[in-house]
Every structure is written in structure tokens, then in C-alpha cells.
């Protein structure tokens, strides 16, 4: 009867904090939180460091403090033939849970999520793989002054105007994955790779990216290199509608792509012709990596920036 008495009081605290459940150490932490995720500022894409990189999206992560962003920055793949599908909060059984983003041959289901620059909520017009190399799409790549080859052109007709950073609930985005989406969850998955993780603690102690300070709108909203926080190479977040569109290419040089070569089964044929589809997620399974994806949750929160 004493127990009974001081469930009211107990529930509403137990509401109020984020639930982290400790699966086996096989599978990933998962995080649940009873408070909805901001909405995704817009924001500009920096200029990419080098060939190689791949564009993954800032997110809105939880930790202690709350609500923080991580911002958008380019990242080195772990392995030739692997695309990023980000990570996305879910709302299910009254609790918005995070699902971890992952690298795999194919873009899996990411909530239907605007991210920008190429993640319009399916798939990613953003470039594709193609004989061990990377092709990007001018439209959403921004190159600054770094000379990239493999460039192609091709603007997608994107309807999703919305800056909702999660999927299911009130308020959220109605949308489940595709037979193509569920077909990509059962490719074998690589976690996020040491750069990504850093980046995220990095972000996660540093006081200007948390929602309690920025109110939504963060001053750093991208990088060009995951953990460069400075002001050089960064981009602030602003209001109004984003393109996603990038800069053209430029003159100079960048830093080398992945160092993990996997392209047994890449396809021979040349980039396709304008106007053509990119073939999303096109790309070989990779042979080892010791960071295999263990689950769809994962550890700390977010959401992924946003412009369109």
C-alpha cells in the first residue's frame, strides 16, 4: 500500500527523463526520450575537404543536457561501396527512440526525413559508387575550390518542404519504409565510423550546440571535417528555405578517399548520362570491416540538418 501511494508522484518524473535501456553487448544502446525533437535548422553545406568524402547531415542528439546538434560534415566512408543512411527519431509507445545511422551498400529507411543535400527523406540523390569511384551530383556537392573528376549533374523534384526531425506521433512525419528501404535493412550494415563518434562527443561538450542555449538554431550548424568547430569551414544555421544545392568545382587539390578498397563486384559501366536516375546505393558489399552494425539503435540521439 506505501508503494501504491507514491506511484503518482514517481511516473511523471520518470516521463520528464530519457530511457536507456542496457541490451546485451551485442546489440546497441538504444535512447528513448518523452520530449519531442526540435525541428531541423537550415542551414549552407560547407565545401567539401577532398574526393572521397561522403556528405552526412547534422542531427539533433540527447545526452545529460538535453537536446544537442551535431552538426553536417563530410566523412570518409569506411569502405569503398558503402553510402550513409542516417539516423532518425521514431515515435513509438508514447517515446521518441532513436534509430542509429549506418553504412551499407544500399540507403535503407531513414523516417522519411528531410535532411537535404541529396537525403530528401528516401534514398540520396547526393552521388552514387560506380567502379570504385565516387560520382557526385553538382546539384548537392558542394566542391568550393577542390578539383573533383566524377561529376554529374541532376536536380531532383523534392515535395518534401517539411522540417520535421522525426518520424510517427503527433506532429511527425506519416511515412513508412518502402519494400526497396526494408529490402537495404537486411544488407549487412557497418556502424558509424571512429571520425563520426568523435564528432558527435565533440559536439555533445560543447555548450553552443545545445538546444537550452541555442533555442533551436544553432551558430555552427556544418563542418568540413568532423570536429573542426572553428570557425573556418563552418556554416551557421539560418531561417528560411535552403536550397541544398551546392557550389561548383573548383581548382586544387584534396585529401585521398577511403583506404578500405572492396570493389569485387563493382559494375563496369561509366557514369550515367545526363538526366539519367543515379542508381541509389549502388555499390559492392564490402569483404571485412570490424565495425559491423549490430542493431538500429544506437547510442546518443539525433537528427540530421537540414536544407532543401
Known amino acids: 500500500m506505501r508503494i501504491l501511494r507514491y506511484l503518482p508522484l514517481v511516473v511523471p518524473l520518470l516521463l520528464a527523463t530519457p530511457v536507456v535501456t542496457a541490451p546485451p553487448a551485442s546489440a546497441a544502446v538504444v535512447v528513448s526520450v518523452a520530449i519531442a525533437p526540435p525541428v531541423l535548422p537550415v542551414y549552407a553545406q560547407p565545401p567539401i575537404p577532398g574526393p572521397g568524402y561522403i556528405w552526412t547531415p547534422g542531427y539533433w542528439a540527447y545526452g545529460p543536457p538535453?537536446?544537442?546538434?551535431?552538426?553536417?560534415?563530410?566523412?570518409?566512408?569506411?569502405?569503398?561501396?558503402?553510402?550513409?543512411?542516417?539516423?532518425?527519431?521514431?515515435?513509438?509507445?508514447?517515446?521518441?527512440?532513436?534509430?542509429?545511422?549506418?553504412?551499407?551498400?544500399?540507403?535503407?529507411?531513414?523516417?522519411?526525413?528531410?535532411?537535404?543535400?541529396?537525403?530528401?527523406?528516401?534514398?540520396?540523390?547526393?552521388?552514387?559508387?560506380?567502379?570504385?569511384?565516387?560520382?557526385?551530383?553538382?546539384?548537392?556537392s558542394n566542391f568550393g575550390n577542390v578539383h573533383v573528376t566524377n561529376v554529374y549533374n541532376r536536380t531532383v523534384i523534392n515535395e518534401n518542404v517539411s522540417h520535421v526531425s522525426y518520424n510517427g506521433g503527433p506532429g511527425g512525419i506519416n511515412r513508412g519504409a518502402s519494400p526497396e528501404e526494408r529490402s537495404a535493412e537486411r544488407d549487412r550494415h557497418f556502424d558509424a565510423t571512429h571520425a563520426q563518434a568523435q564528432h558527435q562527443n565533440a559536439a555533445s561538450n560543447d555548450p553552443r550546440f545545445r538546444q537550452s542555449v541555442n533555442h533551436g538554431n544553432p551558430s555552427l550548424a556544418a563542418t568540413s571535417q568532423p570536429g573542426h568547430f572553428g570557425n573556418n569551414g563552418g556554416k551557421?544555421?539560418?531561417?528560411?528555405?535552403?536550397?541544398?544545392?551546392?557550389?561548383?568545382?573548383?581548382?586544387?587539390?584534396?585529401?585521398?578517399?577511403?583506404?578500405?578498397?572492396?570493389?569485387?563486384?563493382?559494375?563496369?559501366?561509366?557514369?550515367?548520362?545526363?538526366?539519367?536516375?543515379?542508381?541509389?546505393?549502388?555499390?559492392?558489399?564490402?569483404?571485412?570491416?570490424?565495425?559491423?552494425?549490430?542493431?538500429?539503435q544506437g547510442k546518443g540521439a539525433g537528427e540530421e540538418g537540414k536544407t532543401h
Open 66 to 140: 538535453g537536446y544537442y546538434w551535431v552538426p553536417g560534415t563530410w566523412i570518409l566512408p569506411p569502405a569503398i561501396g558503402l553510402l550513409w543512411t542516417p539516423g532518425y527519431w521514431g515515435f513509438a509507445n508514447g517515446l521518441y527512440v532513436w534509430n542509429a545511422g549506418y553504412w551499407g551498400p544500399h540507403v535503407g529507411f531513414y523516417g522519411g526525413v528531410n535532411y537535404g543535400f541529396g537525403y530528401f527523406g528516401t534514398g540520396f540523390a547526393g552521388g552514387y559508387w560506380n567502379a570504385g569511384h565516387f560520382y557526385y551530383n553538382r546539384a548537392y
Open 236 to 296: 551557421g544555421a539560418g531561417t528560411g528555405t535552403g536550397t541544398g544545392k551546392g557550389k561548383g568545382a573548383g581548382t586544387g587539390t584534396g585529401k585521398s578517399g577511403p583506404k578500405t578498397v572492396s570493389n569485387n563486384h563493382a559494375p563496369k559501366s561509366g557514369p550515367p548520362p545526363h538526366g539519367t536516375p543515379h542508381p541509389a546505393g549502388t555499390g559492392p558489399h564490402p569483404q571485412n570491416h570490424p565495425n559491423q552494425h549490430s542493431g538500429q
